[in-house]
C-alpha cells in the first residue's frame, strides 16, 4: 500500500475546501430550520386551514359540523395549506373558534363567518392575556385578568371593560368540507394601547 505525499500547500487547500464543504452543509440545514420556524411564526393568511389545538380533535382540520352551536369556544390554529405546518410559533395565531345561531349575529359579523362559525384571536385587546373563559349564559368571551367580557355575536365588541377594543375576527370560508381563512383579520391581534 502507497502512502500519498501532499505538499503543505495541498494540505491546506484540502483542508479550507473540506472546511467550505462543512460550512456548506452546515448552513443548507440551518436554511431549512430556519424556514420550517418562519412558517411557524408567520400570522395567519388567505388559504390556512383551521386545525384544532386542544381537546378530542386536536391537530384535526376544523370543521363545522364538529362544532356545535352555544358551546365554549375551542382553541384552534393556522397552518400552512400545503405543507401542514401548523403556525404556532406566535401566540398572536391563537384562535377562539365557536358556533353562533346565524340569526344571534349582527350583519357584519354574519358577512365574515360561514354557517355560524367565528374564529376570533384568543388574545385580549386589554393587557395581551389568552383569553380562556366563556360565560354560558351570557354567551361571552371572558379575559380571566382583568374580567373583560366580549360579544362573539356582535363582532367581538367589548361589553365589560377594562378593554375597549373589539377582538380581531378573521374571516373564514369553507373548503373540502375544512375550515379555511378567507382574509386577514379586521384588525391586529394584541392589546391596543388606548386599553391600557
Known amino acids: 500500500m502507497t502512502k500519498l505525499q501532499l505538499t503543505p500547500a495541498e ?15 452546515l448552513l443548507l440545514a440551518m436554511t431549512g430550520q430556519a424556514a420550517a420556524q418562519n412558517a411557524q411564526i408567520e400570522k395567519a393568511k388567505p388559504g390556512d386551514r383551521i386545525v384544532f389545538a386542544a381537546g378530542e380533535h386536536q391537530g384535526k382540520p376544523a370543521r363545522i359540523e364538529l362544532l356545535v352551536p352555544g ?8 397552518a400552512d395549506p400545503v405543507t401542514g405546518t401548523v403556525r404556532d410559533g406566535s401566540r398572536f395565531n391563537k384562535l377562539l373558534l365557536l358556533r353562533v345561531n346565524p340569526d344571534e349575529l349582527d350583519a357584519e359579523t354574519r358577512s365574515r363567518a360561514i354557517d355560524g362559525v367565528l374564529a376570533y384571536s384568543a388574545i385580549c385587546t386589554h393587557q395581551g392575556c389568552t ?18 367580557e366580549f360579544s362573539p355575536a356582535a363582532g367581538g365588541r367589548p361589553t365589560k371593560g377594562p378593554a375597549t377594543a373589539s377582538l380581531p375576527l378573521l374571516p373564514l370560508t369553507v373548503a373540502d368540507g375544512a375550515l379555511v381563512v378567507a382574509a386577514d ?3 391586529k391581534p394584541g392589546p391596543r394601547t388606548n386599553s391600557l
Open 11 to 25: 494540505i491546506e487547500i484540502c483542508r479550507r475546501d473540506f472546511l467550505a464543504a462543512g460550512s456548506a452543509v
Open 185 to 187: 383579520f379586521t384588525s
Open 71 to 78: 358551546n365554549p369556544p375551542i382553541a384552534a390554529l393556522p
Open 131 to 148: 383569553l380562556n373563559a366563556w360565560n354560558k349564559e351570557a354567551r361571552l368571551i371572558q379575559c380571566f385578568c382583568h374580567h373583560s
